[in-house]
């Protein structure tokens, strides 16, 4: 950063003793560079850039309000303070000269402490605004890279908590489907279906990242039960049924609310409109939304493919138990959104939609895994 004792004068007069007089007063403290025409004064002040110009009025070829006007009209010279050193003592001079952009006016002859002390306050005045513009740039481009590197860690722990999601719910789908599949579409559908009742952007990237977390309990349910190649007994049933409060018992008193939404759902997603669901038997709106939403996907995607002890059902048929179960197992408007999306839903078999809706961390994490849409998995599950 430049210092007062470093600064750069132009002198511009038409008598040469001024410009001799001017050198030995500033001289020592400054480095004054001088000429005694208009002409050769801009273009010396354009190739110095000093930091404060003394500029008489009354010159030969060009005056110095000429000067002063040109030197204000040039980008790289405009901001060059201007003091004026001149016989000419009217009122209307000096006006004329701040019009024009001059910081000071000296008559001369002038007194030589004087001159000192104007040039040194602009000088100063010089100085601090430009290491306050500096300063400015300076704190502009820290406030940039913290904010760049903020951005980038709510990035991360919106991706490692995402990833933790996924991958918990891995453990709990592995034994029953190695594929990941299931989660994987039923995720994709609740969020469309999310859209389609008018859910915002955030709640929708919530629930799709929530929503694999509706079997976690499923990791206290015994093999042989888990994986029973065939109907489950009454008995069975009821203990396939506590993956719910498992999963919620699982996920409870975390604070984030994306786990916290998951845990609704694991508690949830089996209950049924009509009251005759698990684990509570909660009826209509008693039962969450995220709950009615995830229960449509969750049952879609489980009708659409096969499992240990059933064929897959074609889509039509599928189709046609969610829309007979609208008003008993499942809401009536979720199923109203489910239908009015069903070509999206549809598409999400190709895998043609998912530039949308954020879905690219599970498609990312899924290609990762080699495993995208195998609709081969043989091991999908009772409840
Ligand atoms: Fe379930």
Redo the contacts with the bound molecule.
């Keep these: 950063m430049k210092n007062l004792h470093q600064s750069m004068i132009v002198a511009v007069d038409d008598m040469k003793i001024n410009l001799e007089l001017i050198k030995d007063v500033l001289g020592e403290e400054y480095e004054v560079l001088t000429t005694d025409n208009g002409q050769d004064a801009l273009i010396l002040i354009e190739n110095k850039r000093p930091d404060l110009i003394l500029l008489d009025i009354k010159m030969s070829d060009m005056d110095g309000y000429e000067v002063c006007r040109r030197l204000k009209n040039n980008p790289y010279t405009c901001n060059i303070p201007i003091i004026f050193l001149s016989g000419m003592s009217q009122l209307d001079d000096k006006e004329q000269g701040f019009e024009l952009g001059a910081v000071d006016y000296l008559t001369k002859p002038f007194e030589i402490a004087e001159l000192r002390a104007r040039v040194k306050i602009h000088l100063n005045l010089k100085i601090y605004q430009e290491r306050l513009e500096n300063q400015n740039v300076v704190l502009e481009e820290q406030v940039q890279i913290r904010t760049k590197e903020l951005e980038k860690a709510i990035q991360d722990l919106r991706d490692s908590s995402f990833e933790m999601i996924w991958r918990l719910t891995r453990i709990a789908e592995f034994r029953d489907d190695d594929t990941g599949s299931h989660i994987l579409r039923m995720s994709y559908y609740s969020a469309i279906i999310a859209r389609s009742l008018g859910l915002d952007q955030n709640k929708i990237e919530y629930l799709m990242n929530a929503a694999p977390l ?2 976690i ?2 990791i206290a349910i015994p093999d042989k039960i888990l994986l029973k190649p065939g109907r489950l007994t009454a008995e069975e049933c009821e203990v396939m049924k506590t ?2 409060t498992i ?1 919620a018992k699982i996920l409870e008193n975390l604070r984030s609310k994306m786990i916290d939404m998951g845990r609704e759902i ?1 508690l949830t ?2 209950e049924k409109w009509d009251g005759s669901g698990y684990p509570q038997g909660l009826k209509g709106e008693q039962i969450p939304l995220y709950g009615r939403i995830v229960a449509v996907a ?1 049952v879609f995607d489980a009708l659409m493919s096969k499992r240990p002890y059933k064929e897959a059902y074609s889509l039509e048929e599928s189709l046609q138990i969610i829309r007979e179960d609208s008003g008993k197992h499942f809401d009536p408007e979720v199923v109203k959104a489910f239908f009015s999306s069903l070509d999206e839903i549809r598409a999400m078999e190709t895998g043609s939609l998912f530039s949308d809706l954020n879905c690219q961390k599970i498609l990312n994490l899924s290609v990762l895994q080699g495993r995208l849409f195998d609709q081969s998995h043989q091991h999908l599950s009772n ?1």
Excluded: E, I, M
Aim: proline share 8%; no cysteine; hydrophobic share 10%.
């Design positions: 509706h079997d309990g499923k993956h719910t999963g694991a997603h089996h969750d409840p």
